[in-house]
């Protein structure tokens, strides 16, 4: 099982939209989410978590 912050810490970001738009920060701004959207210490900053789970096959 596998625990992920919906927004991650991108959110703590005041300018999340326009840097959004600006591809450079936008790399910058995916790279940190990717970094950081699994890691148990910092899912408490994210406002929302995500629980996936993979069913496994019987028999």
Known sequence: ???YAVEG???LDKDFF???QN???RENLIELLKITENDSYILPFSPHMMIAVKKQKHG
């Open 1 to 3: 099982m596998n625990t």
């Open 9 to 11: 810490i991108t959110w």
């Open 18 to 20: 326009a840097n959004m």
């Open 23 to 25: 591809d450079k920060k």
